[in-house]
C-alpha cells in the first residue's frame, strides 16, 4: 500500500485563487476573481491612493516599532511587514457598525478602525494589560490583542452568535446589519478554539467572517507541516463558504472580504477567507527566522511585495509623483511621532502588580504590598 502525496499548498498563482493585479501591478484577473469585479470597479481613485497610503504608512509604524524594540523601548514586537495587503483590503472592508477581533500584529486593522498605534506600543511596552477600550467608539468596534492563539475567535463567534439573538443581521438594512470579522493566523488555524468557533460558527448562522492570513510559517513551523491539504478546506469542513485570495493583492482582499461581510451582515451565516502572504520579517523580535527558512525563499516573496505592487498600479493609472511624495512624508511623521511618544511614556509603578489580582481587598496582597514598600524604602539611603 502506498502513501498518497500530500495536495500542494495554496499558490497565489492558482487560478482558484482570487487575484486582481499580478506580482508587478498590472490588473490581471484571475479566473476565480470575476464575480469580485464589481467591488473593484465601484471603487474610486481616492479610495485606491488611501490603500496605499494605509500600507506605507503602517510598514513605516511597523518598522519603527521593531527599531524601538531593538533598543530596549519595548519588551516584545510581533512585526507586521509584508501583510500589509490582507489587513488593509480587508479592513477597509468591513462597515462602522462591525465588530473586528484582532490577534496580535493587525497593526493596520487598528490604525484604519481608529487605535492610536501608540496604544499597541504600551500593550507591548508592559504598560497595559488591553492597550484599548473596545466600547470606545473612537476604537471602531476593534477588540483587543489576543496573544492566546485562536481564543479570539471563540470571542467573535460568542458575539457573532448574540447578533443573531438579537435580531442585528439579516433585517435587509445594511446600514443597521452588523457582523463579526476574526482575524488568526495559520499556525492558529490548527489550535482546537479556532475549530470549536467555527462549529457554532454554522450551527447557528452567526454573520461572522473567519479572516485566515497565512503567512506561511508558525513561528519555525511550515505550513506543510501543519496540513495536509489547503487551509481553506477547513472551513469547508464545517459547512462555511470558503475563499483563498491573494493575500499580497490589496484589492482582492478588499473584494472578497466586502462581498463575503455583506452576505454575513445579510443574513447568510458565516464565511471563510484564506489570505496567502508571507511573513517578511520575524515571528516576533525574540525569533530568527535565518533559523528554519532559506534567503532564496524570503527573496521570492519580496518580488510580491503588497506595496511596491499597488504602486505601480496606480502608477500605471497616472497617480502623480507628487502624491508618492505625500505618502512618503506622511510615513516618516508618524514613525517620528512614534518614536518620540513611546520615549516619552514612562515606566509603570511597581505597586500596579497588586491591582486588580483580586475583586476586592485580600490580606496577602496587602502583606505583600507592605513587603515591598518596606524593600524598596531600603534603598532610599543607598545602602545595599
Known sequence: MTTPEAPAHGSSEHPDVVRLLDAGGSFAPSAAAEEYLPYVEALADADLETFYRDMAVIRAFDQQATHL???????????SFGQEAAQVGSARAARPQDHLFPSYREHAV????????????????GLTHGGWDPTDPKNGNTHIYTLVLGAQTLHATGLGMGMVFDGKCGTGDPERD???????GDGASSQGDVHEAMVFAASYGAPEVFFLQNNHWAISVPVATQSRAPLVRRGTGYGIPSVQVDGNDVLASYAVTRKALDEARGGAGPRAIEALTYRMGAHTTSDDPTKYRTSDEEQSWARRDPIARMRAYLHGRGASDAFFADVDDEAKSVADDTRVRTNALGGIEADSMF?????????????????????EASFQGGDR
Open 110 to 125: 487598528c490604525r484604519i478602525r481608529g487605535v492610536d498605534p501608540v496604544d499597541i506600543i504600551r500593550l507591548m511596552r
Open 355 to 375: 491591582t486588580h489580582v483580586y475583586s476586592a481587598d485580600h490580606p496577602v496582597i496587602a502583606e505583600q504590598r507592605e513587603w515591598l514598600a518596606a524593600y
Open 69 to 79: 524594540q531593538r533598543q530596549g523601548q519595548l519588551a516584545l514586537w510581533p512585526p
Open 178 to 184: 452588523e457582523a463579526v470579522m476574526v482575524y488568526y
